[in-house]
């Protein structure tokens, strides 16, 4: 695509930007701790609490694993940080959505790019609006009724739902309610949203930190995680 014709989409994107001017108003972060607790939405959840000390144990040797650990910071700084930072950059300047800000930064040409992006959000959420079907569960469950003291009461509770004929499809229909409703109002709903459950999350992560460190053998967990097994 030539200069001009770059230049042309963007006047065109310009002006129906000016016409959409007073409902612009909607879809900005009303403060900067909004947003940043909105951001932290996006990459912390659950995976965080249950699946990563799990890739952890999959991916470490014998004796330790922090070359695990040292391999996951690599990639984190040469590819997860610069993406997320490349993504709110390109939102932020273009102010559109996936295929619109690729329109605009590169041309009608690779619009595509922008519809690969919202089909891998699709994806992601087919399956994680499930894994938060199973947290109302166990949230329902850990309130009402006793907690297991045992590994044998503890894979009952995860047979009872499983093997259940409605209840998996009620839980996936409550995750994509909420999650429906939490972007009703677009990034309005969004904000008031985080700002109330990305300080409980937080506030999980602290007590669960702190109360793992607590543990009678949280001492020999320390040691493995931070020795390498350059062997395995």
């Known amino acids: 695509m030539s200069a001009e014709e770059h230049r042309r989409i963007l006047r065109s994107d310009s002006s129906s930007e000016r016409q ?28 965080n609490i249950w699946r990563f000390p799990r890739i952890v144990a999959n991916n470490s040797g014998d004796k330790g694993g922090l070359q695990f650990l040292l391999v996951w910071m690599l990639f984190l700084g040469l590819w997860s940080i610069p ?11 273009t102010r559109k959505a996936p295929v619109s800000s690729f329109r605009v930064l590169l041309g009608p040409w690779s619009t595509w790019c922008g519809g690969w992006m919202v ?23 850990s309130i ?11 894979s009952k509770i995860w047979d009872d739902l499983q093997n259940h004929e409605w209840l998996p499809v009620v839980l996936l229909f409550l995750s994509l309610l909420v999650a429906g409703f939490a972007v009703t109002r677009a990034v309005s709903s969004i904000e008031r949203v985080n700002s109330v459950i990305m300080p409980l999350l937080l506030l999980v992560l602290a ?11 949280a001492s020999y967990g320390i040691t493995y995680l931070f020795t390498p097994d350059w062997l395995n």
């Open 20 to 47: 959409n001017s007073q409902t612009e108003t909607t879809r900005v972060f009303s403060t900067k701790w909004g947003l940043i607790l909105s951001c932290l939405g996006c990459v912390i959840g659950t995976g």
């Open 119 to 141: 089909a891998v959000v699709i994806l992601i959420t087919s399956y994680y609006s499930v894994v938060v079907g199973w947290c109302f569960y166990y949230l329902f469950h």
């Open 207 to 217: 007590v669960s930190f702190y109360w793992s460190l607590a543990l009678e053998y």
């Open 83 to 93: 993406v997320i930072l490349v993504e709110y950059s390109v939102g932020r300047f």
């Open 144 to 154: 009402f009724y006793t907690l297991p003291e045992s590994t044998e009461a503890s």
